[in-house]
């Protein structure tokens, strides 16, 4: 009978504690994980990031570089002035040499030249320059007026100078000098009328320092556009 009573009858203990499935958890046991057991980053999390990080500053830098080249006319500009400075040094130089052959070979080559050395040397010393972000604006105008005097009027006059003059002794065109004197002949020779080059030599500078001021300008406008719309 007692047997039977017990089999019949429920535990005390286990009447007041709810049955479990399996695979459940206690609903107690999961706010205690949920409030001190806060998930952290992840891994893969830190993994990816970085990459995206790289990402967002190659496009600000591809962003810049867009907004750089569609501003780059005052370069093509700077070195049209140099192509025009090369044809007055030609016509200079052939009218003191008064050489009258190669006309079409000497002023190719010396609107040509003067064009593309003074891009290439506008791009290494200033445009590159600003991209790394390394430059100053008076380092800039400093670079971009000496790329003015070197590129667009000393180097046009001194190709000017060795073209006619082989022109020169090639056709005999003028008096020969003396063996070791050739140089001080041509000088004298040219010194009057290379006083006209002083025209290209003022208006190269000023164009120089206009457009390094403005191109350090559109510089930081588009930095600033960047930064702002990160």
């Not at 286990?14 to 499935?21: E, F, K, N, Q, R």
């Not at 867009?66 to 006319?73: I, P, Q, R, S, V």
């Not at 390394?134 to 400093?142: A, D, H, P, R």
């Not at 040219?190 to 120089?208: H, R, S």
Request: aromatic residues 8%; proline residues 5%.
């Amino acid at each position: 009978m007692a047997a039977l009573g017990r089999e019949a009858g429920t535990d005390p203990i286990d009447a007041g504690v709810p049955s479990l499935g399996a695979g459940e958890t206690p609903k107690d046991i999961k706010m205690a994980a949920s409030v001190h057991g806060q998930p952290g980053p992840s891994l893969g999390d830190t993994k990816f990031r970085r990459p995206m990080v790289i990402e967002i500053m190659g496009k600000k830098f591809e962003c810049l570089r867009k907004e750089m080249t569609l501003n780059g006319m005052g370069t093509v500009l700077f070195g049209t002035t140099a192509g025009f400075s090369g044809i007055l040094a030609n016509f200079i130089f052939r009218h003191c040499f008064k050489v009258k052959h190669g006309a079409l070979k000497t002023y190719a080559s010396l609107i040509t030249l003067p064009f593309l050395s003074t891009i290439v040397a506008y791009k290494l010393f200033v445009t590159d320059a600003l991209y790394s972000d390394n430059i100053s604006k008076e380092n800039c105008v400093l670079r971009s007026s000496l790329i003015a005097i070197v590129c667009g009027v000393l180097y046009p006059s001194g190709l000017a100078f060795s073209k006619n003059g082989r022109l020169a002794v090639k056709y005999h065109t003028v008096p020969l000098p003396q063996k070791g004197r050739v140089l001080l002949h041509w000088m004298l020779l040219c010194q009057t009328e290379i006083k006209a080059m002083a025209v290209p030599l003022v208006f190269q500078t000023a164009f120089g320092v206009l457009n390094g001021l403005h191109d350090h300008a559109v510089f930081e406008k588009s930095l600033g556009k960047t930064v702002n719309k990160d």
